[in-house]
Each structure stands twice: as structure tokens, then as C-alpha cells.
């Protein structure tokens, strides 16, 4: 079985993103390098138009369609960044889209989707639930299916930070990534070791619902109980017929670590008081487990891919109930 992504992919995405996803920057934290003793560079895809790292894989995927998929429209199911990101995509590129999500997304993402002009229905409570309309509507509709990670074209645009973190920091050691789905961790993956297969490639969960994590353990793609928690853009199941990204992340991931909410909580508020970043939880996980499992990371070049900034004042005044958190 050939591979699903290969480094020429992700080269052939950065073309069809150019001039459309930003490329992000990629700066030096003085307070965390300081604390372990390491240069922690921070990849901020919170400052993507659509302000979280989907907006590649999405853009990637719709510009890959024809006119006559473009005309039908596009839908999707998400668990609210991807979503924003289909609509933003879709409204650069002129298309319907319908946005499908389960009532465990926080209201602040289903506004900012309605925000785009995109329409977003409220299915079930689960993202498999809001699927089940999703698919409806490509069988009945004709609507194009932009899948939020099981799909070649989706991980080939995320992979595209990986080329920037190599043209940035080429002697990069280790990048800390969010795992859900898999497209993310997948698409760096592939990059960064395409260009120096020495890179360590570290996933990070949530405690609980740690679809991809749990499947791997039993070799091949299970199904996990949803819950909510403050990483909620890292939940959601990997797809029980998974054909992408569940042999990309075995491939190119070499370790995992699953983080509490209160470990998220001091992340979060971390960047809000000292990086002075208001982002999700899924944003701040790498941060969470240097924390949470002590990681030696000394004298290493580490990157924490900030995923997004779907978040609001409300889930950052829960995230400080969790947490009894010290001045730094």
C-alpha cells in the first residue's frame, strides 16, 4: 500500500495556499525557555485568517474541487475550528457551506461559523451524530464532503507548517503537536522527518476520549465516548473505516502523552497572563504535558504548535476554577 502523504503533497498544497492561508510566525518564548532550560519556539496558527491551523487543510481540499463540486456546495462535521474553516474557505472560494456540529461545541465557535455565512446545524451529541447529517447531505444534495482529517489533501495542508518549521528552525529538535484526528500530527509528521527523520514528533490528548491514542493501542481505529473538556477541538472519534490518518500518525509519531484539565488549565492560563494569548485549550496541550509528565527537554530546541484561538472569557474563567495558579 503506497503511502497516503508524501513530502511532494505537502509541497503541492503550499502552492494552492499561497496567498491564501498566512504564513505563520514563529517566535521565542522567554519565560518557558527560561523555566526548562530550552529554546521553546511557539507556532502561532492562532493568527490564520480563520485563527486556527485548519484553514490549510481546508483550503487545500476546496481548491482541489471543480466547478461543478464548487456550484453543489460543501459540508462538513466538526468539533467548530474546522468548521470555521470550511467557511472561511468556502466564502473565499464562492461555495455553500453547511456546517455540521454536535451540542458539546461551545456556542463563541458555532457563532463565528454563522459569522462567515455559513449555515451550522446542531446534530446529537457527538461529532459521529453531526456525520451522520453531513453525509446525508453529500448523498442527497450532492454536497462535497471536506472531511476534518481523514483525507490525503487535509493532512498535506497541515503539513505545510512542517516546511515552515524547517525553513525557520532547521535544527529543530522536538515539536510538541495536539492529536485528535490525526491530520495535524500526520501532516507535520511527514514533513519535519521527510526533511530530517531525527526530529522527535510528540502527540498530546486529553485525559479522556483520546480517540486516536486508544485505537492505536488496539491496532486498529475503536470507538471512544465523547466528553467535555477545555481541549474540546481534540475530541471526536477517528473513523472506524479510517484509510489516512490512523497509519500516518503510527508511522511518524514516536511518543504520547495524555494531560488533565487541570494541567490544560495552568496552560491556558499560562499564555493568557505571561505569553498574553487568549487561546483553547487545544492550543496550550504541548505546554500541558512538559508540565504535567516533567519532560526533559533541556538544552533542546522545542516547538508547541498553538492551534487555535477558538476560545472564550467564559472558558478561561472555568479553566481558572480547576487550578489554584501561581504568579509566575
Known sequence: MSDPVILHDIYLARQRLAGQAARTPLVLSQTLSARFDAEIYLKLETLQPSG??????????????????????????????????????????????VICLSELVPANKVAAIEALGAEARVIGRSQDDAFVEARRLVAE????LIEPFDDPLIAAGQGTIGLELMEDLPDLDRVLIGLSGGGLL????RAVKGINPRVHVTGVSMEKGAAMIDSLAAGKPVEVEEEASLADSLGGGIGLDNRCTFALVREVMDDHYRVSEPAIARAMLHFFEQEKMLVEGAAVVGLAAIEEHALDIRGQKVVLIVSGNGVDAGTLMRARTLVDYPAR
Open 186 to 189: 500526520g501532516g507535520i509528521g
Open 52 to 97: 486556527a491551523f485548519k484553514l490549510r487543510g481546508a483550503l487545500n481540499k476546496i481548491a482541489s474541487l471543480s466547478p461543478d463540486q464548487l456550484e453543489r456546495g460543501v459540508t462538513t462535521a466538526s468539533t467548530g475550528n474546522h468548521g470555521r474553516a470550511v467557511a472561511w474557505a468556502a466564502r473565499r472560494l464562492g461555495a455553500r457551506a
Open 141 to 144: 444534495e450532492g454536497m462535497a
